[in-house]
């Protein structure tokens, strides 16, 4: 019997053609997502993510890749190799790829911070829902162990345009040059005008760069396909609201705990409830001492031979509390834990004679159609429950409700078993059927503890680094407002056209900490707007100022160390310690330092911080929170420094990110409204190999010539007039908040990730959210559309004539968690948007 293509429903629908080789229909299906500016979503039916696949074809899959690889590169060459996989979806491909190689380590990317471990890489993947990924070896020396003779060999599940995989040579290629890659996919997907990209930049590097990959083809389009997708994602909602007896969309349910179909037996029993299904058993599966649960800090060909020599005995444990009865199984595995449960998987299908099969957890979150001819028949949702360094958020199983299971193996680390997967609403009270747990140690490298012991002595360190840059040498704020942990590079050419910056930034030829944008010259009438904004606020920002203060001396003091994140929170940094000294008569230190997203702080700063405070001392201070990425980051990074606090203080916390912050409302911070001339006459800071060594501090530019233009001491002394004015209510205010619960909240995340599937983005880094942000986009990238909450008032003025200027669109909206939000230009070129970067809405 003909079994139907899982991409028919989308297909017939949007008239979406799938185009290629003859096995490309067995490895793909089609799915839609909830979201109108894309229409469509390529599903793999062998990688073991969405869609439960035999644990054999799996493995196998990527086991055959691998021996192709090794037959391309020889023996000789096999053993010399390293192999890299992606996080989260392609980890266990990678792994089973370095299986087939067989001679060589592995190690995959991961998005989960590990305290301790070296940093080796890391690197940024467009148009994914968590983008920043780390490389963490235990071994410091697995990416360069044997030189540039070594391969590096990258596995992805699929390689469309290829920006993820070069972006990612072009930077390991930097840090660790060698002679040879290869590129390895289940699927190459890209256009005939990507084709022609690999060539070119193999050239461009210096090195030879193969593929390997399953099968080869392409996506057709159809004009009109976005509306129609939008019709069909209409009509879906109502029929599911119809089946469920009420209006609300089908979203609501999925957040309940129900599968996204209309009736499931195995939740109701001749019209009533299912009974409560006991608790899931713990399976102890005596897991091999020694041996990583992944590749997240590297896998040795000898870690494999003690894995698979255990294997046996482990899926005999889990046969056994399976029992007799059990048909069709289901091995669960959690996110970038793809690897031990597949490997487990195929263990128990040698094992046992019921059919079982794998699949794993994902943060994707992907339409369910219950449809023979759609990839994604149910899905199930539920809370995050690894505590990730993100903040929570939902999570999701797909096809694992109404696939027929009588049993689920859920397989985690032990990082991940914690209450939120126990809890009513986690990933086990949704799974029905019988339940198994078998959890797998979380690996803790040896180099975490080594660290400790071996630390190069930052006092050390420090002797190599220069003394604080300080006015009016650099930067027009007084000597004793600030010193700047920075390096002079005025006279450095860095300013690229904002959309040549941008162009480049998104097409991985360079990284936005690289260069500099134009500085923009205020017109008058954005001046007189300035200062209208400052008057009006400036209250309101003493008010902020004095509470965050307050907050950090009752909690971090009596003498904190200020140190503002170069260079929006400098400002907020020399208002803090002036409103200490004017209420407390204290004289706190205060330094500016880079952080740049994607790359960490500036870990000689810190050295020189370590060697002349203590560490525990210093408070982190920035202007405002937008998504929490610098929150995240700042955490990050001091992951190898001790005594540090990754806390950070700010003005106002409208993403509700932090604990210690001044207000949560979203309004107009006048400082954000400019660039330099508001911050000292200082740039961006800049971090570029060829211009920051390894024993240098990032670098910046002091701007001298726009001294005439500078309201950098406008803005300070505005705001600290009012100082007295608001004092007894930030001591009402400061008293209130040491009091009350002021957990992160991570609303704003959430929020982010909505709309950049809303839009069509698929990139978090490309939603900006929050009054400051918006500013930032406008003055400093390429703009797509604002969108600005219905009725926001004066804050948007500065936003509204910037807009204005740039030609940009601003929407209204009613469920904005912030004033407004600033959307980059998601796929930017000069041909899509216009060679002066005005946005063009209608092509």
Not at 105 to 134: D, N
Not at 166 to 186: E, F, G, K, Q, S
Not at 229 to 258: I, K, W
Not at 344 to 359: F, H, M, P, W
Request: aromatic share 6%; hydrophobic share 40%; proline share 6%.
């Amino acid at each position: 019997m003909d079994v139907e293509w899982s991409g028919n429903w989308v297909a017939e629908r949007l008239g979406v053609e799938l185009v290629g080789d003859g096995e490309l229909r067995e490895l793909l299906g089609l799915a839609l997502r909830r979201n109108p500016k894309r229409a469509h979503l390529l599903v793999s039916k062998v990688l073991g993510k969405h869609v439960p696949q035999r644990p054999s074809v799996v493995h196998g899959v990527g086991f055959e890749l691998g021996e192709r690889v090794r037959d391309l590169l020889g023996e000789a060459e096999a053993r010399r190799a390293v192999v890299l996989g992606y996080a989260e979806t392609a980890t266990g491909l990678g792994h089973a790829v370095a299986d087939g190689l067989g001679v060589a380590p592995y190690l995959h990317s991961t998005r989960r911070p590990v305290a301790g471990v070296a940093q080796a890489g890391g690197f940024e993947e467009t148009h994914s829902h968590a983008t920043s990924h780390l490389l963490l070896p235990e071994d410091p020396d697995l990416l360069n162990a044997t030189g540039q003779d070594s391969p590096l060999v990258l596995v992805d599940d699929e390689f469309s345009t290829g920006n993820t995989v070069l972006n990612t040579i072009r930077a390991l290629h930097a840090r660790y040059p060698r002679d040879r890659y290869v590129i390895v996919a289940l699927v190459d997907m890209r256009s005939e005008a990507d084709r022609g990209r690999l060539a070119g930049f193999a050239e461009e590097i210096g090195a030879r760069v193969d593929l390997v990959v399953r099968a080869r083809g392409t996506v057709r389009l159809p004009e009109g396909v976005l509306e129609k997708g939008l019709g069909l994602v209409a009509e879906h909602d109502a029929q599911d609201a119809e089946r469920a007896g009420h209006a609300e969309p089908a979203g609501h349910a999925e957040r309940a705990g129900h599968a996204e179909r209309a009736v499931h037996p195995q939740y109701v029993q001749d019209g009533h409830p299912a009974p409560p299904r006991p608790a899931p058993v713990r399976v102890a599966l005596d897991w091999p001492a020694g041996v990583p649960d992944g590749g997240r800090h590297g896998f040795t060909p000898a870690h494999r031979a003690a894995l698979e020599a255990a294997l046996p005995a482990m899926a005999g444990r889990i046969a056994d509390a399976l029992g007799d009865d059990a048909r069709r199984v289901l091995v669960l595995g959690f996110e970038e834990l793809m690897y031990a449960p597949l490997r487990l998987a195929t263990a128990l299908e040698d094992a046992i004679t019921a059919d079982v099969r794998y699949s794993t957890t994902t943060r994707s979150p992907v339409l369910a159609v219950d449809d023979p001819g759609y990839a994604i028949r149910s899905r199930l949702v539920f809370p995050a429950h690894d505590d990730p360094a993100d903040g929570p958020g939902d999570r999701y199983a797909y096809n694992v409700a109404g696939a027929g299971f009588d049993a689920v193996v859920a397989v985690v680390d032990s990082r991940a078993d914690t209450p939120a997967l126990h809890a009513p609403d986690g990933l086990l009270a949704r799974l029905t059927g019988q339940v198994l747990l078998a959890v797998i140690p979380s690996y803790v490298p040896a180099a975490a503890s080594r660290r400790t012991s071996h630390r190069i002595s930052h006092r050390q360190e420090a002797a190599m680094l220069p003394a604080p840059l300080r006015g009016p040498a650099f930067s027009s704020y007084a000597a004793d407002d600030v010193g700047w942990l920075l390096q002079d590079l005025s006279d450095t050419p860095l300013e690229a056209p904002t959309e040549e910056r941008e162009e480049a930034i998104q097409s991985g030829g360079a990284h936005y900490a690289e260069s500099l944008p134009v500085e923009y010259q205020p017109s008058p009438r954005y001046q007189e707007l300035f200062r209208t904004a400052l008057e009006t606020s400036a209250a309101r920002i003493a008010r902020a100022v004095g509470t965050v203060t307050e907050t950090v001396l009752a909690e971090r003091g009596p003498r904190p160390v200020l140190v503002s994140l170069a260079r929006a929170g400098t400002p907020v940094g020399v208002l803090m310690r002036r409103w200490a000294q004017h209420r407390h008569g204290l004289d706190l230190p205060h330094y500016a330092v880079s952080i740049v997203r994607g790359r960490g702080i500036d870990a000689n700063a810190l050295r020189w911080l370590a060697a002349h405070h203590d560490p525990a001392d210093v408070v982190f201070v920035d202007g405002w929170t937008g998504k929490g990425a610098i929150t995240r980051e700042l955490a990050a990074a001091l992951e190898d420094f001790e005594g540090f606090d990754p806390e950070i203080a700010v003005l106002a916390d409208p993403g509700g990110c932090v604990r210690t912050y001044g207000t949560r409302e979203d309004f107009l911070i006048p400082s954000a409204c400019l660039n330099s001339t508001v911050s000292g006459l200082i740039s961006r800071t800049v971090l570029r190999s060829d211009l920051v060594g390894p024993h240098d501090f990032h670098g910046a530019k002091f701007y001298r010539e726009l001294a005439d233009s500078d309201v950098s001491g406008l803005f300070l002394d505005t705001v600290a007039a009012r100082f007295d004015e608001v004092a007894d209510a930030v001591d009402a205010e400061a008293k209130e908040l040491l009091a009350a619960d002021r957990a992160p909240t991570w609303e704003g995340w959430a929020a982010v990730e909505r709309i950049s599937e809303e839009y069509g983005i698929h990139d978090v880094n490309l939603v900006k959210p929050g009054v400051g942000e918006t500013t930032r986009v406008l003055l400093r990238r390429v703009p797509w559309k604002i969108l600005a909450k219905r009725g926001a008032g004066a804050d948007l003025d500065h936003v509204r004539l910037l807009a204005e200027q740039r030609g940009v669109p601003v929407e209204e909206a009613d469920d904005l968690p912030y004033t407004c939000v600033g959307l980059i230009h998601p796929k930017y070129t000069r041909g899509a948007t216009g060679a002066d970067g005005t946005a063009v809405t209608a092509k």
